[in-house]
Structures are given as C-alpha cells and as structure tokens.
C-alpha cells in the first residue's frame, strides 16, 4: 500500500515534529531513499530519535529499515506506471505531431507567410490559454525587428478603433467561439483566426482560418492540443524570416 496514504490516513494524531516528517516526506519521497536518518531527521527539524519513534510508534514498524524497504518497492511501482503514462503521453504527442505536419504543408505555411508580409502593421489576441500564442508571436516577430501589438481580449473595444484596412488581426481561439470574436468579425482589417474547433460559428467572417489537429476531435477537453498552437506561430514565424530573408533563427 502507498506509504503516503497511511501516513495520510494518520496525520490527525500526529504531533507537530511528526507532521514535519510527514511533509518533508510527502514533498521529498526521494529523500527516503538515499538519505541517511540522521540526514533525513535534520531536514525535517526534529532528532534522529524522534524520527525513529515515529515510524515504530505511528506507522508500526519494527525497525526503519523495514520503513524504508517498503517505501523503496513503493516508490519503484509508482515510477513504472508513471513511465507508461509518460509513454502514453509521448505517444500522442507524436502521433498529434504527424497531424499537424501533414496539414501544415509548404504550400499553405508559404501562403500564410505571403498574407502577412502584405499587411501594413500587424496585430494579435487570444482568450485565456490562448493570449500565450499571441504574445509568443509578438515576441518572435520583434525578435527580427518587425512590429507586432499585442492586446488582451480586454482591451480589443479600444485597440480595434485603430485597425485599418491594410492591417492584419491575428486570433488565437481554441473554441473559435467566444464572445469577444464576435465583436471583431465586421473589422475593417484583414483577419487571420487560429483555431481547433473545425465547427467554429464566426469563422466564415474570417479572410483565413487555419484548423489545428486534435486527437479526440473534442478541441475543449484535449489538453494536448494548445501545446500546437505555440508550434504553429514558430512555424509561421519561421517562413515569414524565409520569405523576407531575416535569418533570426
């Protein structure tokens, strides 16, 4: 049985040197298993013996050792299931990758680049999760010396008072639905919505739309999915240097 959950099941009882062990040992598990008790004990505050009465006394062991030994077989369980969920994870990540290669094709990121670089002054959003593309865009552009804004969905009632034909909005939305999209889709400027719901209400108001991959197909509950996002805005970034021969990267 998990070690942590015994000891959580008996932390009521426990006094307050004991509940020092108990944190640091909730905190640090590794510690159990490469400190030495008198190391172990300092950490937490309180004397070897201390450390030695409770796990005898609280946790019902006859010696640390025998503590020790469990904790170890506990610790090496819990980190072979946690490599098959890593491994899991790393799975779909990569499978969630070839996705998104096979859509972002040459042509398609050459086009994207080229709808830029006819913009006057460009400009970028996102709700939520999503801003972190846009800011992510915005840094990598002025990286190479071009202008980009950045504006939080709370500030667009103002910013799109400036927008003017010639100039792009870039929107990063999950979703592609909320509230504040709808308030932008009769801009003047061209616009650009990076999103990963294929159903998208507003998206036929934009000039582009570009739909990223999921795995489950439900773009709301794939956590994996933002993680593209980021990659897409390197990419688009990457064959906007090309096509203006800014060798940034």
């Known amino acids: 049985m998990n070690p942590l959950i015994i000891m959580e099941s008996l932390k009521e009882q426990f006094s307050p040197a004991e509940l020092a062990i108990y944190d640091l040992i909730k905190k640090q598990p590794s510690l159990v298993t490469h400190a030495t008790t008198t190391d172990l004990a300092k950490k937490a505050g309180v004397s070897q013996p201390t450390l030695t009465r409770f796990v005898k006394k609280q946790l019902g ?10 904790f170890i077989n506990w610790l090496s369980s819990n980190n072979t299931a946690n490599t098959d969920e890593d491994n899991e994870y790393f799975m779909r990540l990569t499978k969630l990758l070839e996705l998104t290669k096979a859509m972002l094709t040459d042509e398609v990121m050459t086009d994207l680049a080229g709808f830029l670089s006819q913009s006057e002054h460009l400009f970028a959003t996102g709700g939520a999760k999503s801003f972190l593309s846009a800011k992510l865009f915005e840094t990598l552009m002025r990286k190479m010396g071009v202008y980009v804004s950045s504006y939080s969905t709370d500030y667009l009632d103002d910013a799109v008072n400036y927008f003017k034909k010639d100039d792009l909005l870039l929107i990063f939305s999950a979703g592609g639905e909320s509230s504040y999209i709808r308030k932008i889709t009769n801009l003047k400027c061209k616009t650009l919505l990076v999103t990963a719901n294929p ?35 390197e990419l688009l970034v990457t064959y906007y240097a090309k096509m203006s021969n800014n060798h940034y990267l």
Do not use: C
Request: no cysteine; proline share 4%.
């Open 61 to 70: 062991y006859k010696r640390y050792q025998d503590f020790r030994f469990d």
């Open 199 to 233: 159903n998208a209400k507003y998206r036929k108001h934009f000039n582009k739309v570009i739909t990223l991959p999921t795995l489950s197909g439900d773009w709301e509950y794939d956590s994996i999915s933002p993680i593209m996002f980021d990659i897409f805005t």
